[in-house]
């Protein structure tokens, strides 16, 4: 899905009146964190928000930074962000 179609689609949702959920995952917190990109996904997530993880996250509050402490010290980082794979929701939801 590009970003226009992302776009035009939970715009069309607002205005149906519905609401929207929209995760925030910090890339590389945990090995697992793709299964996690794809358990919410799987429950309904209208969109992902893929965080790159940084040093100084103080204005996401003490659970952002903390993944963001978390993904470091795993090694991810801004210059290995473009490596972090990325999917669709499309990949991990089952055809209709």
Not at 28 to 56: K, Q
Request: hydrophobic share 40%.
């Amino acid at each position: 899905m590009t970003a226009v179609a992302l776009q035009q689609s939970l715009t069309e949702a607002r205005a149906g009146g519905r609401k929207l959920l929209v995760p925030y995952i910090t890339g590389g917190v945990r090995d697992d964190w793709l299964d996690i990109v794809r358990a919410v996904t799987l429950a309904g997530a209208d969109a992902i928000e893929i965080g790159i993880p940084f040093s100084d996250p103080v204005m996401d509050g003490p659970v952002i930074q903390q993944a963001s402490v978390d993904a470091l010290r795993r090694g991810r980082h801004r210059a290995r962000s473009s490596t972090m794979p990325v999917h669709s929701a499309s990949t991990f939801r089952s055809p209709s």
